[in-house]
């Protein structure tokens, strides 16, 4: 079979690029002292205060009912189908030290799951280098380093979304099931959940809803906690937090509005903007419906719609992916190539970018919160310069649908 793209004209810039964003995540993941585990600390001991028969919302920076496992940490929190379920990530159901271990071979496994999945999806359409770049991608997204750092779920759920958006056509209840399993950070994947209800692909929805009912289910049997209180502790735990951003218009709580209002209305710009790059991309690209660039628009609002950490970028990875795909079109212009570059770049290492915003910044809290809603309206404009570039390319579609 032909190859539909190739990577013989690609410039040295982009060589440049891989090397850039593999110096940077080294580096930084060394300057924060590598492997910390932060966040494998609080969300394990919710998993294990949950298993144990505790309501671990009322436990929240209160003295630790089992000393041997400790204080749940002021401003951790989690959906109530995670306290259970979350263990998958969390290890609950293993000491702290070990579930330290647990969680960062897991980060490594879903990579090279995700790794093995784009090989074998892509192989046959794209060259040798071409094939190679596409696989590099994932391995330096500094997201997924930082989520490594911490001890979070956030880059295991971006890698497993990825998965999912590739193999939805030929495995819908493999689907279904991550889908399932990504919702246990529902600031990542409803919004991505919005796109398979729009595309009428009921089945996976209809796992993933199974899923989070049989979660919340087991969270209210483990707990003894009727489910709709729990999801009322849910709000007030992770709204409680003055700390915590709550995406594209955070800023407005230093002005004395609700927290609440705040993620209702990020909610509705992140909806709005899917839908409307959804509409733009059918006016002009009509191909694009039925292949992987319509979860384009999904993706980048997840970064911005809602609650989110660095740690959550990493599905920009999938984005980043059809950049390239871009400069590696023979017929690209060398001023898109170049623009294509760049926004890659940018969704690659924004939080990078940012990381080193706020550390500069670390005394203003206004300031820091400001770098991060200036990255999401960045990341925002990057979306829809990429769904402008697609509907004047038009890059072959089997090469985002079929594949092997």
């Excluded at 709580?253 to 993620?263: A, P, Y």
């Excluded at 623009?339 to 990078?352: D, P």
Aim: glycine share 6%; aromatic share 14%; charged share 10%.
């Amino acid at each position: 079979m032909k190859k539909l793209l190739s990577t013989e004209r690609m410039p040295a810039l982009i060589i440049a690029f891989f090397l850039i964003c593999l110096v940077a995540c080294v580096a930084l993941y060394l300057f924060l002292d590598g492997y910390t585990a932060v966040d494998l600390i609080g969300h394990w001991r919710i998993c294990k205060y949950t298993l144990e028969g505790y309501n671990p919302y009322v436990l929240i920076d209160e003295p630790a009912p089992i000393p041997s496992v400790g204080t749940i940490p002021f401003g951790f929190s989690t959906v109530p189908w995670s306290c259970v379920f979350g263990s998958i990530f969390y290890g609950g159901f293993m000491p702290q030290n070990w579930a330290a271990v647990y969680i960062f071979a897991l980060h490594f496994l879903v990579l090279l799951l995700l790794l093995a999945v784009l090989y074998r999806k892509f192989n046959t359409v794209l060259s040798k280098k071409a094939l190679i770049t596409v696989l590099l991608l994932p391995c330096v997204h500094f997201s997924f380093t930082y989520s490594l750092h911490f001890g979070n779920a956030g880059g295991i759920i971006c890698y497993l979304i990825i998965i999912a958006f590739l193999i939805s056509r030929e495995h819908p209840i493999i689907t279904g099931i991550l889908l399932g399993v990504a919702m246990m950070k529902p600031q990542i994947a409803a919004i991505i959940c919005l796109v398979f209800l729009l595309k009428r692909q009921l089945l996976p929805l209809f796992i993933a809803a199974a899923i989070v009912l049989a979660g919340w289910g087991a969270t209210a049997l483990f707990t003894s906690t009727p489910p709709l209180q729990l999801l009322a502790q849910t709000f007030g735990s992770g709204t409680a937090n003055s700390g915590q951003y709550l995406g594209l218009l955070n800023n407005l709580k230093f002005f004395g509005v609700d927290s609440t209002l705040i993620l209702l209305l990020n909610m509705v710009i992140g909806v709005a903007y899917t839908l409307a790059l959804l509409h733009y991309i059918k006016k002009r690209y009509p191909a694009a419906c039925n292949s992987l660039f319509v979860f384009v628009p999904a993706c980048i609002a997840s970064t911005f719609w809602i609650y989110k950490n660095g740690t959550d970028y990493a599905i920009l990875t999938f984005v980043s992916f059809f950049f390239l795909l871009l400069c590696m079109k023979e017929n690209t212009p060398i001023k898109d190539r170049i623009g294509s570059i760049l926004s890659m770049g940018y969704l690659q290492m924004s939080r990078c970018i940012v990381y080193l915003g706020i550390f500069l910044c670390r005394d203003n809290i206004f300031v820091r919160d400001l770098l991060k809603s200036a990255d999401g309206v960045i990341i925002a404009i990057i979306g829809v310069y990429l769904c402008k570039l697609y509907a004047t390319a038009k890059i072959e579609p089997v090469l985002e649908t079929q594949g092997k």
